[in-house]
C-alpha cells in the first residue's frame, strides 16, 4: 500500500482537486493507495470539504487537529496513521503536481529509502527563490548533505523512515538531514512545479531565520549527540590553547624585566584559559549525560528482547 500524507491548512477550495489528480496518478499503479489528509487548525471550510471527500471516498482518511500546530506536527500525525510500507508526501495548495508521484516511486524501488523531489523551475516570487537557494547552499555545505532543494513537500519514503524520525518545531524543513545522520540513502528527483492558484504562501523572511537556528540543532544532534565531547572539548582544547600561549608570551616578558600587571593581554589570556575549561568541563558532563542515557537503553532493550523471548 502506498500511504500519501497531505499537510493542509486553509485549503478548502484544493483538496477535492487534489485528490482527483491523487487518483488519476495512482489507479495506473495497480496498487493499494490511501490518502491521509491533515486538517492543521483550518479556519475556513477545509475540514467540511475533507468531511464530504471522506464520506464519498473509501480510501480517504482525515485527521483534524485542535488547532495550527505547524508542518512538523501535521506530518507526525499523518505518519503515525499511515498504514503504507511506502510513505508520499505532498502540500496541499496544488503547487506539488501529484503526476510525479510515480517517478519518486520507481525511483525509490532501484535501492533508496528516501526520494526527495527538486523543483528546479519553481513558481514562486524571485525574493522567495532567492532565498530558498541561499538556505538550500547553506545548509548543505554545513550539514554535509548534498541537495538542491531541502524543502521540496513532494519526496516519497519508506515507511521504517517516517517512523524513525523525531520532529518538532519546524524541523521537517530537514527531514533529508534527519534521514541522512541515521544512515538512510537519499536521492533526489526533478519535478514539476506549478504556480499557486489558491491561497496565499505563509512561509516570510523570519521563517528562514528561524530555520538557520533549527539547522544548527539539527547538525548538533546528528554529529554530535552520542560525542558532545568532540565539539565541547574541541572548542575547550582551542580556547585554552590560545590563552596559555598569550600567558606563555607574557610568562616571557616578565622575565624580561618588562610590566604586565596592567596589560589587557593578561586578562584576556586567563580569560581564555578560564573558558577552555569551563567548555571541557561541559563536554565530560554530556558525555556522562549521554553514557548513563545509553546505558538505559540498552538495559531496557535487553529488557524488552527478554520478555518476548519469555513470552514466545
Given at each position: 500500500m502506498v500511504s500519501v500524507?497531505?499537510?493542509?491548512h486553509?485549503?478548502e477550495?484544493?483538496v477535492a482537486?487534489?485528490y482527483?489528480?491523487?487518483?488519476?496518478a495512482l489507479?495506473?499503479?495497480?496498487?493499494?493507495?490511501?490518502?491521509?489528509?491533515?486538517?492543521d487548525?483550518?479556519?475556513?471550510?477545509?475540514?467540511?470539504a475533507?468531511t464530504r471527500?471522506?464520506?464519498?471516498?473509501?480510501?480517504?482518511?482525515?485527521?483534524?487537529?485542535?488547532?495550527?500546530f505547524?508542518?512538523?506536527a501535521?506530518?507526525v500525525?499523518?505518519?503515525d496513521q499511515?498504514?503504507?510500507?511506502?510513505?508520499?508526501t505532498?502540500?496541499?495548495?496544488l503547487?506539488?503536481?501529484p503526476?510525479e508521484?510515480?517517478?519518486l516511486l520507481?525511483?525509490?524501488?532501484?535501492?533508496?529509502?528516501?526520494?526527495?523531489g527538486?523543483?528546479t523551475?519553481?513558481r514562486d516570487p524571485?525574493?522567495?527563490?532567492l532565498?530558498?537557494?541561499?538556505?538550500?547552499r547553506?545548509t548543505?555545505?554545513f550539514?554535509?548533505?548534498?541537495?538542491h532543494d531541502?524543502?521540496?513537500?513532494l519526496?516519497?519514503?519508506r515507511?521504517e523512515?517516517?517512523h524513525g524520525?523525531?520532529?518538532?518545531?519546524?524541523l521537517?524543513?530537514?527531514?533529508p538531514?534527519?534521514?541522512?545522520?541515521?544512515g538512510f540513502?537519499?536521492?533526489?528527483l526533478?519535478?514539476?512545479?506549478r504556480?499557486?492558484?489558491?491561497?496565499?504562501?505563509?512561509?516570510?523572511?523570519?521563517?528562514y531565520?528561524?530555520?538557520f537556528l533549527d539547522?544548527?540543532?539539527?547538525?548538533f544532534?546528528?554529529?554530535?549527540?552520542?560525542?558532545?565531547?568532540h565539539l565541547f572539548?574541541g572548542?575547550g582544547f582551542?580556547?585554552?590553547l590560545i590563552g596559555?600561549?598569550?600567558?606563555?608570551y607574557?610568562?616571557?616578558?616578565k622575565?624580561?624585566?618588562h610590566a604586565i600587571g596592567q596589560?589587557?593581554?593578561?586578562m584576556?589570556?586567563?580569560l581564555?584559559?578560564?573558558?577552555?575549561?569551563?567548555?571541557?568541563?561541559l563536554g565530560?558532563?554530556?558525555?556522562?549525560?549521554?553514557?548513563?542515557?545509553?546505558?538505559?537503553?540498552?538495559?531496557?532493550?535487553?529488557?524488552e528482547?527478554?520478555?518476548?523471548e519469555v513470552l514466545s
Amino acid at each position: 500500500m502506498v500511504s500519501v500524507v497531505v499537510p493542509v491548512h486553509d485549503e478548502e477550495r484544493s483538496v477535492a482537486l487534489l485528490y482527483d489528480e491523487l487518483r488519476s496518478a495512482l489507479e495506473p499503479l495497480d496498487a493499494p493507495w490511501e490518502a491521509i489528509f491533515v486538517d492543521d487548525g483550518s479556519t475556513d471550510g477545509t475540514f467540511s470539504a475533507l468531511t464530504r471527500l471522506h464520506n464519498s471516498e473509501q480510501n480517504v482518511r482525515v485527521v483534524r487537529l485542535r488547532r495550527n500546530f505547524g508542518k512538523a506536527a501535521a506530518l507526525v500525525a499523518g505518519f503515525d496513521q499511515a498504514r503504507g510500507e511506502t510513505v508520499v508526501t505532498i502540500d496541499g495548495d496544488l503547487q506539488d503536481d501529484p503526476a510525479e508521484i510515480p517517478r519518486l516511486l520507481a525511483k525509490l524501488d532501484e535501492g533508496f529509502d528516501l526520494v526527495t523531489g527538486w523543483k528546479t523551475h519553481r513558481r514562486d516570487p524571485l525574493s522567495r527563490r532567492l532565498l530558498s537557494r541561499i538556505f538550500n547552499r547553506v545548509t548543505s555545505a554545513f550539514s554535509g548533505v548534498r541537495l538542491h532543494d531541502m524543502n521540496c513537500g513532494l519526496k516519497a519514503y519508506r515507511a521504517e523512515v517516517v517512523h524513525g524520525l523525531r520532529l518538532y518545531g519546524e524541523l521537517h524543513r530537514f527531514i533529508p538531514v534527519l534521514a541522512h545522520y541515521r544512515g538512510f540513502r537519499i536521492a533526489e528527483l526533478p519535478v514539476n512545479h506549478r504556480p499557486r492558484e489558491h491561497g496565499r504562501s505563509r512561509y516570510g523572511v523570519e521563517r528562514y531565520l528561524r530555520g538557520f537556528l533549527d539547522l544548527l540543532t539539527v547538525s548538533f544532534i546528528g554529529r554530535y549527540r552520542h560525542r558532545p565531547l568532540h565539539l565541547f572539548g574541541g572548542f575547550g582544547f582551542l580556547l585554552g590553547l590560545i590563552g596559555s600561549a598569550i600567558l606563555v608570551y607574557l610568562t616571557v616578558l616578565k622575565v624580561l624585566g618588562h610590566a604586565i600587571g596592567q596589560r589587557p593581554l593578561l586578562m584576556l589570556g586567563v580569560l581564555l584559559v578560564v573558558i577552555g575549561i569551563q567548555f571541557f568541563s561541559l563536554g565530560l558532563i554530556s558525555e556522562m549525560i549521554t553514557s548513563h542515557h545509553e546505558e538505559r537503553a540498552q538495559e531496557h532493550d535487553r529488557a524488552e528482547l527478554l520478555i518476548d523471548e519469555v513470552l514466545s
